[in-house]
Antibody, heavy 126, light 111 residues
Framework: QVQLVQSGAEVKKPGASVKVSCKASGYTFTNYAMHWVRQAPGQRLEWMGW????????KYSQKFQGRVTITRDTSASTAYMELSSLRSEDTAVYYC???????????????????WGQGTLVTVSS | QSVLTQPPSVSGAPGQRVTISCTGS?????????VHWYQQLPGTAPKLLIY???NRPSGVPDRFSGSKSGTSASLAITGLQAEDEADYYCQSYDTSLSGWVFGGGTKLTVL
């Protein structure tokens, strides 16, 4: 079955960077987009960005532009999300989620996110 | 503040019917982009509940249904059960932001 397994919890100091991984299985990794969504404690879901796992094209939310980098390793069927210049407000659970099917170098905008990884708690504290 | 607006909470007794609204605008739901719904049980990752406005993934009971009209969408849950107690989120795509957007989430309490 389609499954996304994320790396473990992280504790970082303000100003540091964090890199979270998301290993996919059960489908052809390069045929789909991969999204990253975060959820601060008790807060709503917040979309961060996505990557076309086939050609590596990325698109980021304006809020995170300049601080977030999404990459992938096709040989490992793994996507990564790196967030830099961490501050306390970045304390959250970070999720990866499979997005739309991609064809001909482009992915459909607006598709559903399914399935989701189990989440990775990132705590930013001095 | 969320681009898609949901009521913070709804409640109902077991067996009753509840609806959760999701109000957007002409730059998201109103453009024709689909609305999708997710259920998030306490301490777990969101799970797709309704996709493409009205469709249920395999395994989702037919007690859950979705609809869309104009710039709004709704999730209906009939025959409420205790295990339905969760947070529910709507999601669509926003052309002004060029990105995916979520509602603020609605906490369902089964009385």
């Amino acid at each position: 079955q389609v499954q996304l397994v994320q790396s473990g919890a992280e504790v970082k100091k303000p100003g540091a960077s964090v890199k979270v991984s998301c290993k996919a299985s059960g489908y052809t990794f390069t045929n789909y987009a991969m999204h990253w969504v975060r959820q601060a404690p008790g807060q709503r879901l917040e979309w961060m960005g996505w990557i076309n796992a086939g050609n590596g094209d990325t698109k980021y939310s304006q809020k995170f532009q300049g601080r977030v980098t999404i990459t992938r390793d096709t040989s490992a069927s793994t996507a990564y999300m790196e967030l830099s210049s961490l501050r306390s407000e970045d304390t959250a659970v970070y999720y990866c989620a499979r997005g739309s099917y991609c064809s001909g170098g482009s992915c459909y905008s607006g598709g559903r996110l399914d399935p989701w990884g189990q989440g990775t708690l990132v705590t930013v504290s001095s | 503040q969320s681009v898609l607006t949901q009521p913070p909470s709804v409640s109902g007794a077991p067996g009753q019917r509840v609806t959760i609204s999701c109000t957007g605008s002409s730059s998201n739901i109103g453009t024709g982009y689909d609305v999708h719904w997710y259920q998030q049980l306490p301490g777990t990752a969101p799970k797709l509940l309704i996709y493409g406005n009205t469709n249920r993934p395999s395994g989702v009971p037919d007690r859950f249904s979705g609809s869309k009209s104009g710039t709004s969408a709704s999730l209906a849950i009939t025959g409420l059960q205790a295990e339905d107690e969760a947070d529910y989120y709507c999601q669509s795509y926003d052309t002004s932001l060029s990105g995916w957007v979520f509602g603020g989430g609605t906490k369902l309490t089964v009385l």
